[in-house]
Structures are given as structure tokens and as C-alpha cells.
């Protein structure tokens, strides 16, 4: 039933198994067979072509299900584009992109897309807005069509704004009372201060201040062209997904000013100790956070690499230590979130009351170990190939290479990186493990932020530093 | 003359086109089985576009058959089966898997536990011996028996004690719904049963269930049948077949009077509603057309419930549907169809279930015309393929089917039976399953704040 909840409960990344501290890590059984050898990396061609108008088109066409992903991802679109009354405004903005254009409603979008085997619907980032559509390989035409209607001649019809903020004050009250939703938020604003990456969730002034003409004034800010782009892979001839791309996107035209650009994110904070009230809480919601570094930065591999051995899967550091080892959780993961003009570092597990203390000494614990002492050898393989069959498992899917390109152009990076990413990946040296560790990991530099019984776990809690209470 | 072969030319171009597309998005998956002689059964899926396999190993028992006064024993044992062997101690498996560049995940559900990894090719051999290995033998200790009881319990409060809902639309729901122990205990497990189970129980469940005879294993991906058949064969051939227990008739009718009760959440501040119909048995002629039928209903925001309750009425957040823990293919005994929603605090369970009932009532009356039946139909189809394009579910789905079916070519036959669904299908099967009688309903409310 590990995997089970993964369906239930979103961002729940650890579901399972095993790892121990009692076998030497080197050990393999001698009766286990051997790897086979490596088959070389694929590396998909991606078709680029820009339009007159700017918009970049990305095409990367595949032989196997008879489907077509596109994703419209547009840049400075997203939570950091939103101004500080509005926070999270971005995803209403998505959101209401599908519940009506200027020749359909809400309804007819939601059937016409049913009809072509697929759907159409948008979401917001840190970064930008992505607008994902998919169909039946014969249903690709119409699908780019119906893509192109609603994101660009989205109605946002009174009635629509009306139930979607209804809603979304609804969804507010509903996250408000989970943990992970209040702990994130809190370790955002510790992380990030006053920059919009630090105050990416709704509060229901914002939502209540929302207007039809705020949704237009901005969607015609932010979806421009030049500042978007387009990606199209599946069971489609590049020729053909591009004559689609340009029927449907040609003529795009932006009109008005542009959203300004996003100002860089602050690469130093002073950590802050916040114990988050929950009565009666069963369990503590810990994270450790501080700034991190974008995702164009020079040290963006060695830290990719240091966060998959620290905290990034079944085998990694911290989810042996508290999970294998010590029974704290069903989970444990720490690494590197990795923005356009930022990022942080954060680390986090649901632990139970009694232990609370004991997970943040334990978290601490490793978080020097990896900035003190070489990673061996086999472990630095071990993570290495780790990494790699991620890629693999993942490329095989042809939305999620959409995804990762989308993904990847809206922080920053090219096209290449796709194929680049794992050699780079290959190349990383232990001293450099230890070095980005110990500069971005450094236990000082970690904010704590505990929601949980403050009458349960306070007392553990005085040896971590004076912890504010609060409610929020 | 030619006025009256007109319409029929016009047919014939409009089937023809139809045919074109048909052609287009058809995706039939290659399906080769085998059993060897110890009794397991192996599927192979042939797909050389990647150079990844993914690998399913099902073991046909779940919760219905855990041990009575052991509630949740399935799951546990799940997670005990990752804690090593005398062979390959604590914390190879998860070490192996990864360094192989691998993913691995185990779930428990009513009817079966499956285990599953994906990874390059180049790590499919260990993975085969790593699979044997436990299927073998455990390594029965004390030490990862408590450490797994703890880590259990930390799942269940991170899943339902801490969590508002609880996931009563899948626990709660079945408590209620069904008559029968196997089918309304809880799957998830009691703290005071998860602590009381010991090594005797571990390793009788073990012996009972484990072997090789009570399991299917299934290989999808950069493969060929043969290379798939000789390495099991290689890893697998020599474990013993051992006898399984026959287990109990957990068989149960529909119901024929409505269950309702009204539970207190401490933690939710929005209140929700769970329905859930008792479904066809598997294998009855029923059961495609309640598949369209949930989908007609519940799939999406095209959906009948959605248009009606989100949008319409205005009187839910969210509504969705599914068919217990599973899909509407993929169990083996007594279900539920459960229609979940969170609705507004100034609307009521009854005008949720009033709003669902005026859907389900023009379904019985009227049926569905034929464009909105196509629609349906259309994303269902794109849907099934769309869950076999990972070679890991890939492999899963036909493990799972030839566990539950005996036949992993139902992957092929799914999309004919959705195909062949008639309004008239629809309208039988609302009438029949989709009745007040047979509806169990829990109304989830805030607690009063003292």
C-alpha cells in the first residue's frame, strides 16, 4: 500500500522499502548477477524552428502511442510575475483558461476535448504558465487548434471568475489544513523574504480582489509570442506538427506593454526558527530551507548529483538514516529546488511527536557528514547511474519529455541540456560533492519551520534554536 | 437511381475515414505467456524503442486473505519483503536497484500484491535474481520486523491520522459498505494488529502465499519472449511449487438498503461526500458498461456529475470517481464504485446525492445519445493506452490481468468492450447497480471547534 497513497495524496514521493547501515555499502551477494553493459544514451532529435513572431517551436516526433502531447509553456508568466497583492493569482489565471474562449464555453472545450481522446488545461509555475494538451494521434490538428483558442482568446466569462474564485477560496480552506501545505509556505517565505518566490500561494484577499479585467489586463501582458514556447512530441511528422504550429499560432500577435522581468532572488537569508500551532497533530511536518542557486548556475550539476546521494530516492542518505535505520517516517528527502532567477534548498519529513527533535539531529547529522567526508566511490556510481536510469525511464515517455523540455526552457535552459545532462552529470568528482555540500547544506544556514502540537513537541524542540509560535 | 446510392457513397467515404483514424490511433501490445513448470506464470511484452524493461511480480493475495485478528498484515508483509534475505541482506535490494539506475515500488490491494521495479536493461538479471531471492526465503528477524511495524504506523498517520478526509472514500466507505470480514475489514491495519503480528505469522504468509505457483511475473519492454521465457526459467525454474490454502467465499450480493452515516472530522474545514455502489462481478457482461458509465458520470470535467455539481449547481468543489483502490478491470471480488466530492458548507450531502441521482435517472430513462456516447467512449479508449505507455504499468497491467482474469490478452480485448457498449448497456446497468438500495453514503463534516 506503499504506492497506493502516492494515487491519494500529491507530492507524497516516498513509498516504500528498504536500506541498511548494517552492511558494508560495497557488499553486493557474490551469487548476484553482474550488470550487463550499458546500451548508449539515446539522445531524441529535437526539430527548432521560430516563427516570425517569435515563438519557439520545439518538435520531437515519436513512433510509439498513438498520441500527440503539445505544451505552450510562457515565460514571466508565473507566480513571480504576480504583483504583491496578488499572490498566487498566476494559477487563477491559468485555471480559467480553459472555462471559456471567445467561441465556446467552459463545457464545450471540456466535451470537445473528451471527443478527441485528450484534454486541454493550463497550470502555473514559479517561472511561467504551461498550457498542456493532448489527443489521439488523428486528433492532432483540431487539438492544436482548441490549444490555440484557449490560450489565446480565453473569455473569462463573469460567471466563470465568479465560481473559480468561490472555489479557490474553498481549496484554500482545504489546504490550510494540511500540514505540508502550511510548512511549505513558511519555509518559502523564510527561504525567499520579500521576492515573489517566496509568496507563490494564494491568501484570500487576493483571490477576493481578482476581477475579470485584472484576468484580461494580465493575460494580455503575459502570454506574448516572443516570450513563449511551443513543444510537440508523439506519433506526428516534424513537417507536419510545424504547418500545425503555424496555422494555429502564425498571426499570434502581443499587444501592450509586457509583465516585467523578475529580479533576481536573494542568495543569503537569516534563518528563522517557526513552530506552526496544529492542536492535536499526530505528527510533526518538519522542513529545513535556505536560498540556493538557479538552475543556470555554475554549481546547478554538482548539486543535482549531492541532492540525489543526500535525499533524493529509496537509497538516498537521510531516507535510510530516519526511515531504514531509525523508524522516524514513512519518508525523508532534502535537495536542491532549482528556479529561473533562484532557488532554494530545502529538506523535509513527517515525523511522529516523540521524535521530532531526534529527526533534526539526525538531519543535521548528515547534512555535515556529506559537507565533511568524500563520498566512496560505489556510492558516487551507485547515484550516478541512479541519475541516468532516470533519464532513461523517463524519456520513454513522450509527455514527459515535452514536460522536461517546457520545464527546462522556462528556468533557462537549452534544448541540449536534455542530452547534456547526464555525461555532465558523469563527470562530477567527489571533492566537488563535498564542496557544494558544505556551502549550500550548512546546518547554520538552516530555517526551521515545525508544524505540529506545540504542547507535544515545544519542549524538544529548545535545543534547535527559539522557535516562534504562530497559527499561520 | 443515383439518388439512392448517394447516401449510400456518402457511408461509405464517412466509414472509410473512420476507418483511416481507427488505423491511425490503433495500438494492440504484443502478449506472450508461458507457465513453467513450478507454476508461475510469465508474460513477456516485446517494445525495443527504449533500452528500459519494467518488471511486475503479482502474488495473487491481498487483504481479503490476511489473517483475521491481523488487519493490515498484507501491507506489512509487503513492506517486510524489502527487508532482505539470508542471501542479500537488509538494504541490497533498494542498493541494487538503484545502482542499476532502477526504480521500485510494491502496492496492496484487496485481490493481489505487486511488486515492481523499471530500470535499464543492462539491470534486468539482477533484478530477476533479486525477485527469485525473496520468493525463496526471508530473512526472518525481529530487528526489521519492529523497524517496519514503526514505519507502517508512520504511513498511516501521514496518510490518514494526520490528514483531514482520512481517506474515508476508500477505508471507511468498505467498512460500511460490505457484509463480509474480507471485504469491510480495514487494509490499512490497527496499530494494536500491526503490533501484534510475529515472526510466526510472517513466515507462515510467506509459505502459504509466496510461491511461485500463486504468482505471475511480467517482463515489458527492450526484451524478445524468448530471451524473457529462458531468464525466468534461469532465475525462477528451480523454487518449489507449495501449497496454497483455499481460501474463504467472499462472494456478497448487492445490497438492498441504503447505508448512510455521518462522521465528525477534526481536521477538515470543508465538508465531503463518499457514495459507493456495489459493481458487477468481475467477468459479467455488466461490467464494461459500468466502466462507461462511471466515465460518463464521474470521468472528468466533461462528465455528467462534474457539469452538474462543480459547474450547474455550483454546489461542489470536486467530484471524482473510481472503483475501490483499482481500476474498473483490475479486481477480483466485491467493489465499489465511489463517487468522492467536496461540497460547499452552504450545501448538504442530500443535494449532492439528489444532483447525482437526477443524472443517474436520466441515464435510466434516456439513455445517451450517440455523440456524447462516442465522446466517452473515444477518451476511454486514449486512456487505456495512455496507462500502457510506461513499460513499468505496461508490464503491471498484464501482470495483474492474468493474475485476476488468467488471460494477460484481456489488454487487448478492453478496448472491444468498451467499444461495444450500447446506450441500452447503460441504461440496464444504472438501473440495476446504481440504486438507492445499493448506495452506501458517508457525510464527512467539520468538527464543531470547542
Known amino acids: 500500500m506503499k504506492q497506493l497513497m502516492l494515487t491519494m495524496i500529491v507530492g507524497a514521493l516516498f513509498a516504500h522499502s528498504a536500506q541498511a547501515a548494517d552492511v558494508p555499502k560495497e557488499t553486493m551477494p557474490a551469487a548476484m548477477p553482474a550488470y550487463a553493459k550499458d546500451k548508449p544514451l539515446p539522445v531524441p532529435h529535437i526539430g527548432k524552428k521560430t516563427l516570425s513572431n517569435g515563438l519557439q517551436v520545439w518538435i520531437v516526433p515519436r513512433t510509439g502511442i498513438p498520441r500527440v502531447d503539445m505544451v505552450l509553456a510562457v515565460r514571466d508568466a508565473g507566480f513571480a510575475a504576480d504583483d504583491a497583492k496578488h499572490p498566487g493569482f498566476a494559477e487563477l489565471l491559468a485555471g480559467l483558461l480553459n472555462e471559456g474562449t471567445a467561441k465556446r464555453d467552459s463545457r464545450a472545450i471540456a466535451e470537445a476535448a473528451q471527443g478527441m481522446g485528450g484534454s486541454v488545461a493550463a497550470g502555473a509555475s514559479a517561472d511561467g504558465i504551461s498550457v498542456q494538451a493532448s489527443a489521439l494521434a488523428s486528433q492532432a490538428g483540431p487539438m492544436m487548434q482548441l490549444l490555440a483558442e484557449v490560450a489565446r482568446t480565453p473569455s473569462f466569462p463573469d460567471n466563470e471568475v465568479a465560481l473559480a474564485k468561490a472555489n479557490a477560496l474553498q481549496t484554500l480552506r482545504v489546504s490550510e489544513t494540511q500540514p505540508r501545505f502550511r510548512a511549505e509556505r513558511a519555509i518559502s517565505r523564510a527561504i525567499y523574504g520579500d521576492h515573489p518566490y517566496g509568496h507563490m500561494t494564494p491568501t484570500a484577499e487576493a483571490i477576493e480582489s481578482t476581477t475579470q479585467e485584472l484576468l484580461r489586463g494580465e493575460h494580455a501582458k503575459r502570454f506574448r509570442p516572443e516570450r513563449a514556447l511551443l513543444v510537440i512530441t508523439g506519433r506526428i511528422k516534424e513537417a507536419d506538427a510545424l504547418k500545425l504550429a503555424q496555422k494555429a499560432f502564425g498571426d499570434w500577435k502581443a499587444s501592450g506593454p509586457a509583465t516585467a522581468e523578475v529580479p533576481k532572488a536573494t542568495a543569503t537569508a537569516k534563518p528563522v526558527h517557526l513552530l506552526l500551532e496544529r492542536g492535536g497533530s499526530v505528527q510533526s511536518t518538519l522542513r529545513l530551507g535556505s536560498p540556493g542557486i538557479a538552475a543556470t548556475s555554475a554549481d546547478q550539476i554538482p548539486l543535482r548529483l549531492t541532492s540525489t546521494i543526500l535525499g533524493g530516492g529509496f537509497s538516498s542518505r537521510v531516507n535510510i538514516k530516519l526511515r531504514e535505520e531509525k523508524g522516524y517516517t514513512y519518508g525523508a528527502s532534502a535537495g536542491a529546488r532549482l528556479l529561473r532567477e533562484g532557488g532554494s534548498i530545502v529538506g523535509g519529513a513527517d515525523v511522529r511527536n516523540e521524535v521530532t527533535g531526534a529527526a533534526l539531529t539526525e538531519y543535521f547529522n548528515e547534512y555535515k557528514r556529506i559537507g565533511a567526508d568524500l563520498v566512496s566511490a560505489d556510492e558516487m556510481k551507485m547515484h550516478k547511474r541512479y541519475v541516468a536510469g532516470g533519464y532513461l525511464l523517463s524519456n520513454q515517455m513522450q509527455r514527459a519529455v515535452a514536460n522536461t523540455l517546457a520545464a527546462n526552457w522556462l528556468v533557462g535552459l537549452p534544448a541540449e541540456f536534455l542530452g547534456q545532462y547526464v555525461p555532465l552529470i558523469e563527470k562530477v568528482t567527489p571533492e566537488q560533492v563535498r564542496d557544494v555540500a558544505k556551502k549550500y547544506f550548512a546546518p547554520e544556514n538552516q530555517s526551521i519551520v515545525v508544524v505540529g502540537d506545540s504542547k507535544a513537541v515545544g519542549e524538544q524542540l529548545k535545543a534547535y534554536g527559539d522557535f516562534t509560535v504562530t497559527d499561520k | ?450
Open chain 2, 1 to 450: 437511381m443515383r439518388l439512392r446510392y448517394l447516401p449510400a457513397l456518402l457511408a461509405g467515404v464517412s466509414l472509410s475515414l473512420s476507418a483511416a483514424a481507427a488505423t491511425s490511433d490503433q495500438w494492440t501490445l504484443p502478449v506472450n505467456v508461458k507457465k513453467l513448470d513450478n507454476g508461475l506464470t510469465v508474460v513477456v511484452s516485446e517494445d525495443h524503442s527504449s533500452p528500459t524493461v519494467g518488471v511486475s511480480v503479482v502474488y495473487h493475495v491481498g487483504m481479503r486473505l490476511e489473517p483475521r485478528n491481523r488487519t493490515g498484515f498484507a501491507h506489512l508483509f509487503e513492506h517486510l519483503m524489502f527487508q532482505g534475505t539470508p542471501n542479500a541482506p537488509k538494504g541490497v535490494f533498494d542498493r541494487a536497484i538503484t545502482g542499476g539506475g532502477g526504480r521500485n515500488n510494491g502496492s496492496t490491494r484487496p485481490d493481489f500484491t505487486n511488486y515492481i521495479e523499471t530500470a535499464p536493461v543492462s539491470s534486468l538479471e539482477p533484478i530477476l535474481w533479486l525477485e527469485a531471492d525473496r520468493m525463496k526465503t526471508l530473512d526472518f528477524n525481529p530487528a526489521t520486523l519492529k523497524n517496519q511495524q514503526d514505519v507502517v504506523k508512520e504511513e498511516i498517520r501521514v496518510n490518514v491520522k494526520n490528514q483531514p478526509y482520512g481517506g474515508f472514500y476508500w477505508l471507511d466507505i468498505s467498512q460500511l459498505g460490505f457484509q463480509k470480514w474480507e471485504n469491510n475489514h480495514d487494509g490499512y491495519g490497527s496499530f494494536e494488529d500491526l503490533e501484534g503480528a510475529s515472526l510466526d505469522d510472517v513466515r507462515a504468509f510467506h509459505r502459504d502465499y509466496y510461491g511461485p505457483n500463486n504468482a505471475v511475473l511480467a517482463i515489458a519492454g527492450d526484451i524478445s519472449p524468448a530471451q524473457g521465457f529462458a531468464l525466468a526459467q534461469k532465475y525462477f525454474g528451480g523454487i518449489p511449487a507449495r501449497p496454497v490454502p483455499k481460501g474463504s467465499d467472499f462472494t456478497e450480493g448487492l445490497n438492498t438498503q441504503e447505508k448512510r452515516i455521518e462522521q465528525s472530522d477534526a481536521l477538515a474545514q470543508v465538508p465531503a461526500v463518499a457514495v459507493g455502489w456495489k459493481v458487477p462481478d468481475q467477468g459479467s457482461a455488466d461490467q464494461a458498461p459500468m466502466a462507461v458509465l462511471s466515465e460518463l458520470l464521474a470521468g472528468g470535467d466533461a462528465s455528467l456529475f462534474y457539469q452538474s455539481m462543480v459547474k450547474g449547481r455550483e454546489i461542489a468543489l470536486n467530484v471524482q470517481g473510481g472503483f475501490g483502490l483499482t481500476g474498473p478491470f483490475e479486481y477480483g471480488g466485491p467493489t465499489l464504485f465511489t463517487v468522492f466530492g467536496l461540497y460547499k458548507p452552504n450545501s448538504s450531502a442530500d443535494a449532492m446525492l439528489a444532483s447525482m441521482d437526477e443524472q443517474i435517472a436520466k441515464v435510466v430513462k434516456d439513455g445517451v445519445d450517440a455523440a456524447t456516447l462516442k465522446r466517452v467512449k473515444t477518451r476511454m479508449l486514449a486512456d487505456w493506452n495512455n496507462d500502457l505507455e510506461n513499460i513499468l504499468s505496461r508490464a503491471d497491467t498484464l501482470a495483474k490481468l492474468q493474475t485476476l482474469w488468467g488471460d494477460a490478452h484481456v489488454v487487448n480485448k478492453v478496448p472491444g468492450w468498451i467499444e461495444g457498449v450500447t446506450s441500452a448497456d447503460l441504461q440496464r446497468v444504472a438501473a440495476t447497480y446504481l440504486t438507492k438500495a445499493n448506495r452506501t453514503v458517508i457525510d464527512r463534516k467539520p468538527a464543531v471547534k470547542k
